[in-house]
């Protein structure tokens, strides 16, 4: 095992908007059937947040109070895993850029810490939300504590068992941490203007955190991925990169893995921005987890973010947001939909997906920490078995790319999963055309000669 050093370069002082440089419009958002005027309040993002995701400025200025926040972890390491090459007897160079050294433990803090201050200078005095693996939750629970605000987590019941140190973690930060479904939930789940809501959905537990802040004056929903704004304040990963690198070494294929869309929004965006700009042919690839490939095998339609049935529908890739990935050992990557910026450019072929099985994520997981000395999250897993893969795939094609993953997350809270990979009892269990027929079916009902 080796560790090469670490190339630190400069914090960005901006965030980059792919939206100055995506060359179609992206289609609009429908407002929800199901809506009420103390609802649609609720919904309400500061309106920082609200220009964000609509200007097409390149260069988004980071707010002094966030920018100082930034400081205490960024920038995080470059490194190249050479050792890695080495095993794998690779001609291709192999980077990652490490986002696993802060309080969270993963790239989460970015928007974290942006939306906490945005949400305070509204003033927001409580935040809740919804959380997978968890690796969201711990992040907002640090960035409240730093700006002043009260936080509740709804955590999927099945990482909240799996991963009790994570909740600790939560705590740690004065965040009320709740299995989702809670305990004494009913069996249909949160209310619905569109039937039942299965408890495995990340959908479920951000559904329960909208009915908290519809029954608590001064709270609010924060969400940590999908949203436009959220994967803006993740460019800080490409950016510091970018510099990083260096022009000399400018990377072949980017890489990151996909859950709603910030990890690998926030490696591959300003790379993007550079190929649709024209001085860059890079290749950017999504790695989604089998049990869960929107990209690559859901459907480019409207459907909801979450499974209220309250909030604005927005055309994405998805496989319906009452999609479950139960048996599944990744949590992050369990949402039912993909960013609608990352969908429209798959959608339009600036951007790849591939899906892999866990048991060869996983494996990869464990070459990684043996090679690198870093124990990567589920999550991250996947982008190192993508980058493999693909160097795996030049080698045969007798070419030598520049690779650059995102290492989004440490794996210290993920040991019962890595247990199962070690003892042999964890399952490959791919989803059948049927299951994902029966999910598909109950997307919404709307005319698509209506809408764009």
């Known amino acids: 095992m080796t560790r090469p050093s670490a190339n630190t370069g400069c914090a960005p002082k901006n965030w980059y908007n792919i939206l100055a440089d995506i060359p179609f419009e992206l289609p609009p958002d429908i407002p929800p059937a199901r809506s009420d005027k103390r609802e649609a309040l609720k919904l309400q993002l500061p309106l920082a947040l609200v220009r964000q995701s609509m200007t097409r400025e390149r260069l988004i200025p980071i707010p002094d109070p966030v920018s100082e926040k930034y400081l205490s972890w960024r920038p995080t390491p470059l490194r190249r895993a050479r050792a890695l090459e080495r095993h794998i007897g690779t001609r291709a160079r192999i980077y990652y850029k490490y986002e696993g050294e802060n309080a969270s433990g993963s790239h989460k803090l970015c928007t974290a810490m942006a939306q906490a201050h945005y949400y305070a200078a509204a003033g927001a005095e409580r935040l809740v939300t919804g959380t997978g693996a968890g690796q969201w939750g711990t992040a907002l629970a640090i960035a409240c504590q730093e700006f002043g605000l009260a936080c509740k987590v709804y955590m999927v019941a099945k990482s909240f068992d799996e991963k009790p140190y994570r909740q600790t973690v939560m705590r740690l930060y004065n965040a009320e941490v709740v299995p989702s ?28 955190a909208f009915e908290d802040a519809l029954a608590h004056d001064g709270t609010q929903l924060s969400v940590g991925s999908g949203e436009a704004y959220s994967i803006l304040h993740s460019t800080v990963i490409g950016l510091e990169a970018l510099e990083q690198l260096g022009p000399a070494e400018q990377p072949d294929i980017v890489i990151g893995s996909l859950g709603a869309g910030s990890n690998f929004g926030g490696i591959a965006m300003p790379f993007i921005g550079r190929k649709l700009r024209g001085s860059s042919d890079v290749r950017c690839i999504a790695v989604e987890a089998q049990r ?11 459907d909801y973010t979450d499974g209220s049935g309250v909030s604005p529908l927005q055309k994405m890739y998805t496989l319906g947001s009452r999609f479950t990935t139960a048996g599944g050992h990744v949590g992050g990557l369990r949402y039912h ?7 429209a450019l798959y959608h339009h072929r600036v951007v790849e997906a591939v899906a892999y099985p866990q048991s060869d994520v996983f494996a990869s997981g464990v070459l990684f920490s043996r090679t690198e000395g870093i124990l990567p999250a589920p999550e991250s897993a996947h982008a190192i078995h993508g980058a493999i893969d693909m160097a795996k795939r030049a080698d045969a094609q007798g070419t030598a790319p520049v690779i650059l993953f995102c290492l989004s997350g440490h794996g210290l809270f993920d040991l019962a999963s890595y247990e199962a990979y070690l003892n042999g009892t964890m399952q490959d269990m791919p989803l059948s055309d049927e299951d994902i027929r029966r999910s598909l079916a109950q997307l919404p009902q709307l005319n698509e000669q209506a809408v764009p």
């Open 181 to 208: 479904p809670g305990r004494d939930a009913e069996p249909a789940g949160p209310s619905s203007g569109q039937g039942a809501i299965h408890p495995g959905n990340i959908a479920y537990a951000v559904t329960e």
């Open 292 to 302: 869960c490939p929107k990209l690559t095998r859901g459907r480019y339609c409207y």
């Open 337 to 343: 939909a993909c960013s609608k910026i990352i969908s």
